[in-house]
């Protein structure tokens, strides 16, 4: 299996589409393995004229998993930065210099982190149902917020059973389809489960802060997307990410929710692949 190195963290990846084709690295969000980006959809990236590179995030996955690790006085044990240069180190893990990059939710702080300090090493920024890390943008709605946090889940139907309560309250509503979530909530666990890696990956975003002061000066041509019906990010958290960064085109994406049906994957691969591949 092909891994990135990134200090004293591994990196899992892996690439669908021709090394010869523009890269499309991908990030994911809070406790998002990289099967989240479906292979179907990895492919429809690629069809489109991306090699298409997904990764796990640190802390999910088959990444490392910072069980043991020290924290600082605000309880994490890295920052979003940090989580920026393991995207960065499977860039060279692959050989490429500059690539199209696209974080969804976290990972869309993720890439807005790589535009702020490793604007060298990017064609373009997507960053997708995030927000700047200012509090008054992009917040969650009472029942969000009670979802987000409530009580993990401990094995493997209770796991299933939160996916599913997650998606009734910010998933996209004119594409809920339950079967569907339990096979991707049930694969999701079989591959991985570590709540406590969750925590951490949350606690990290929580000690970053926001990124206000620093997008007004990304030179990166950027793309903004946000869902109409995202109750976890509201969609003020895009709109005022594409105004402070100079240049930026916002796309509202009409009922989509904190996730990513089916439903929208080819208007989702026409916007991308027209921004970052359109001259």
């Known amino acids: 299996m092909p891994y990135a190195t990134n200090g004293d963290c591994t990196i899992f990846y892996e690439s669908f589409g021709s090394p010869d084709d523009p890269t499309l690295l991908m990030v994911n969000g809070l406790g998002s393995q990289c099967i989240n ?9 690629a069809d489109a004229g991306f090699r298409a590179i997904r990764y796990d995030n640190r802390d999910v996955g088959l990444s490392t998993h910072y069980a043991d690790a020290a924290v600082d006085d605000q309880g994490a044990a890295y920052r979003v930065d940090d989580m920026a240069m393991d995207g960065i180190a499977v860039l060279d893990a692959v050989g490429v210099e500059r690539a199209h990059v696209m974080g969804l939710s976290m990972g869309g702080m993720i890439v807005q982190h790589m535009a702020i300090h490793h604007r060298d090493r990017m064609l373009s920024m997507v960053s997708v149902m995030s927000r700047t890390g200012e509090p008054e943008f992009g917040g969650s709605t009472p029942e969000a917020l009670a979802q987000l946090l409530a009580t993990p889940a401990t094995d493997r139907e209770s796991a299933i059973q939160s996916h599913l ?7 996209s509503p004119g594409c809920q389809d339950e079967e569907r979530a339990r096979i991707n909530a049930g694969r999701a666990f079989d591959r991985c489960f570590d709540p406590a890696g969750v925590r951490r990956q949350f606690l990290a975003v929580q000690a970053s802060g926001s990124r206000a002061g620093d997008l007004p000066n990304v030179t990166t041509r950027s793309l903004v997307m946000h869902g109409t019906a995202d ?9 005022r ?17 904190h996730d990513y049906p ?15 591949l359109t001259p």
């Open 241 to 257: 990410t594409a105004e402070l960064i100079p240049g930026a085109k916002f796309v509202a994406l009409e009922g989509m929710g």
């Open 165 to 171: 309560a997650d998606l009734r309250i910010w998933g």
């Open 231 to 239: 109750t976890l990010i509201d969609i003020s958290g895009g709109r």
């Open 37 to 45: 980006y479906h292979d179907d959809w990895c492919r429809m990236f």
């Open 262 to 276: 089916p439903e929208f994957w080819a208007r989702w691969v026409s916007e991308v692949a027209t921004f970052c």
